[in-house]
T-cell receptor, first 114, second 112 residues
Framework: DGGITQSPKYLFRKEGQNVTLSCEQNLNHDAMYWYRQDPGQGLRLIYY???????QKGDIAEGYSVSREKKESFPLTVTSAQKNPTAFYLC?????????????FGSGTRLTVV | DQQVKQNSPSLSVQEGRISILNCDYT??????FLWYKKYPAEGPTFLIS?????DKNEDGRFTVFLNKSAKHLSLHIVPSQPGDSAVYFC???????????FGKGTKLSVKP
């Protein structure tokens, strides 16, 4: 079955450490996205990529970095510069220009700073 | 400034009755509107959508209404079921190359 896989489901990070969240899709989608969800804040866009080797900042990109070396993969690194990284992170994908069809979301990664 | 507002953080409804979830937006140029449903610790799943050229779209128990002059859309669930208990997000976009902009969500609780 096609879908999006996010791993790990739960992640703990010590202050000052970088961590990388994995997102893999086998839907043959061109576009991929990272969102962050905080309680009462809805989903906020961190980064998105419409094509391999290209990505754009979203609304809250500070303290995060991404890469898009393969169509199937869009990992997100939460750097030590991100001051409040504890949140639920969601990866999504869509066909190119396919926003009207909606996004397919992964099941999320909950990151906690300890 | 929020472009998409869901002013009710929560809604409680009795099983079998109608649930009405509301969403307001600020930009009259938004041309496509979607509703997503999200259970705790899971990713959102697409529910129903509507284009700006329509004012109503129906899919089974779910109907979305769009009032462009008021910049308002609503999701009606009839009849409501306990399994409908989840957080509902409305999302909007501008053009096919745009990104989805989400509201903050409304938590629906359907009581048996």
């Amino acid at each position: 079955d096609g879908g999006i896989t996010q791993s790990p489901k739960y992640l703990f990070r010590k202050e000052g450490q970088n961590v990388t969240l994995s997102c893999e899709q086998n839907l043959n989608h061109d576009a991929m996205y990272w969102y962050r969800q905080d309680p009462g804040q809805g989903l906020r866009l961190i980064y998105y990529s419409q094509i391999v080797n290209d990505f754009q900042k979203g609304d809250i990109a500070e303290g995060y970095s991404v890469s898009r070396e393969k169509k199937e993969s869009f990992p997100l690194t939460v750097t030590s510069a991100q001051k409040n990284p504890t949140a639920f992170y969601l990866c999504a994908s869509s066909i190119a220009g396919g926003v009207y069809y909606g996004y397919t979301f992964g099941s999320g990664t909950r990151l906690t700073v300890v | 400034d929020q472009q998409v507002k869901q002013n009710s953080p929560s809604l409680s409804v009795q099983e079998g009755r109608i649930s009405i979830l509301n969403c307001d937006y600020t930009n009259s140029m938004f041309d496509y509107f979607l509703w997503y449903k999200k259970y705790p610790a899971e990713g959102p799943t697409f529910l129903i959508s509507i284009s700006s050229i329509k004012d109503k779209n129906e899919d089974g128990r779910f109907t979305v209404f769009l009032n462009k002059s008021a910049k308002h859309l609503s999701l009606h669930i009839v009849p409501s079921q306990p399994g409908d208990s989840a957080v509902y997000f409305c999302a909007v976009t501008l053009g096919s190359q745009g990104n989805l902009i989400f509201g903050k969500g409304t938590k629906l609780s359907v009581k048996p």
